[in-house]
């Protein structure tokens, strides 16, 4: 879950950053996408908004490793560093990619996620609490699964997908403002203070509802983490490191921040899971038998 709350937190402190200092320098230089109709407010979004996705994805192994703290391995210095090492390097080489940074950091959650810019260019991170409540079996089920994601390229695919949705974020939060700054404040010529604050709240409106569908895509992508994680560690230690989690934490007592592959939810809750209920993820492997 880390991977994507990460992600997406940083796009929309980014894109909210863009769009102050964007609202406050173009009117100043006289540029107003707007004025031009559809078309110039499209390219101007469509620029805006993937420019801001692949500053968040190239800030992400950054930004993730300052949010938990997380320490890098640079040299192991205990037997259970050097397995951590050892067994992302293997992975890594049968996945086909480039050897991920490993790093270690301190929460007693059971947890891991994997970020970074490329499948050449990755962060795998595990949790102390994650280190303490699995056996080498099933650690070794959950790096599978953070390294599959990594060859799968999920970052760079999540990142073109929000960036689509920065987008239409931009396109509909501006069509909003100059509705209220026109309708409302009566202004007629210009951009007013209207314009500026209907546009900056509903850009974080939207960019809360298009958050949907990047995590309607992240539990797709899950699944697939899954089947590589039974490929590269064993399909039983896959199965058996989801129903640790299954057997540690209750549906009902599983707050977001302590889900390492998951929440379960249901109704409204679901569109806003970044994970598959755990019981599902099961039984997808268990038929895929």
Request: glycine share 10%.
């Amino acid at each position: 879950m880390k991977r994507v709350f990460l992600f997406v937190l940083t796009n929309l402190a980014v894109m909210l950053v863009l769009s102050v200092a964007l609202g406050i320098i173009m009117p100043l230089l006289g540029i107003r996408p707007e004025q031009g109709g559809m078309a110039p407010l499209l390219v101007f979004a469509a620029v805006f908004g993937m420019g801001g996705a692949f500053i968040s994805l190239a800030m992400s192994k950054w930004t993730a490793k300052r949010m938990v703290g997380a320490q890098v391995i640079e040299q192991p210095q205990t037997e259970l560093e050097t397995w951590l090492v050892n067994t992302v390097r293997r992975q890594a080489e049968l996945a086909g990619i480039g050897m991920p940074e490993v790093a270690i950091y301190d929460a007693p959650d059971v947890n891991a996620f994997a970020t970074g810019m490329s499948r050449n260019n990755a962060l795998v991170a595990v949790s102390t609490g994650l280190l303490r409540g699995m056996s080498r079996d099933e650690a070794e089920a959950v790096l599978g699964h953070e390294v599959s994601h990594v060859a799968n390229g999920d970052m760079v695919t999540l990142t073109l997908i929000q960036g689509v949705l920065n987008t239409f974020v931009i396109v509909f939060s501006r069509l909003v403002g100059q509705f209220v700054d026109r309708a409302v404040f009566r202004n007629e010529e210009g951009h007013g203070a209207g314009f500026f604050v209907a546009s900056m709240v509903a850009q974080v409106l939207f960019g809360i509802l298009a958050s949907v569908i990047v995590m309607w895509f992240s539990r797709q992508r899950e699944f697939r983490a899954d089947r590589g994680g039974a490929t590269l560690a064993g399909r039983g230690k896959m199965i058996a490191a989801l129903q640790r989690l299954q057997a540690a934490h209750q549906p009902s007592a599983l707050p977001d921040q302590m889900a390492a592959f998951g929440i379960n939810g249901r109704g409204v809750s679901r569109l806003f899971m970044s994970h598959p209920p755990l019981e599902e993820r099961i039984a997808a492997l268990q038929q895929a038998a």
